[in-house]
């Protein structure tokens, strides 16, 4: 069965700096996708990043990167020059075409 | 940029009412599906609908739930019984048919609360 795990339930960073959130998954397949959410005090989800399992290069959105490493079964997420707005739940997310499986997340605190 | 709607987005009914909570589906996309998430838990999958049909549904999705697409452009959920452990956040995505996920795309989320 498929599982995601997010082993940080909370980390913080200072206005400007980076910081990265940490996912493992499990799965048999070989190909699927991997996905971060966000997930403001609203609770709604909002993609960050995408990124395909049969890519070898790493996703990124502006400020947002990722970390794909396949054979471990890692997907990090980086957030460069973190602003106030950044803080959030982030949820880690993995898909086989078709439900979503999700992490536990991650509450990031933004310090000013 | 489309969008998936749901409504209301905030509900409070009384234990052993039923609700139904909507969604508007992306209009071209086929695969319709929703999640649900107890405050300050994951994101669980409740229940995947293709064709006019339930293609998947997990061990939350019991006798008390249904979906149904009532009119091509609507796709519900019913709770017939709510109990105070349905309080949570429910949501509704859908996806077109195009290879991957491209598109895959979550609705705002429809917040009940059973009292």
Known sequence: ?112 | EPEVTQTPSHQVTQMGQEVILRCVPISNHLYFYWYRQILGQKVEFLVSFYNNEISEKSEIFDDQFSVERPDGSNFTLKIRSTKLEDSAMYFCASRGTAQGLTGYTFGSGTRLTVV
């Open chain 1, 1 to 112: 069965a498929q599982t995601v795990t997010q082993s940080q339930p909370e980390m913080s960073v200072q206005e400007a700096e980076t910081v990265t959130l940490s996912c493992t998954y499990d799965t048999s397949e070989s190909d699927y996708y991997l996905f971060w959410y966000k997930q403001p005090p609203s609770r709604q989800m909002i993609l960050v990043i995408r990124q395909e399992a049969y890519k070898q290069q790493n996703a990124t959105e502006n400020r947002f990167s990722v970390n794909f490493q396949k054979a471990a079964k890692s997907f990090s997420l980086k957030i460069s020059d973190s602003q106030l707005g950044d803080a959030a739940m982030y949820f880690c997310a993995y898909s086989g075409f078709n439900k979503f499986y999700f992490g536990s997340g991650t509450k990031l605190n933004v310090k000013p």
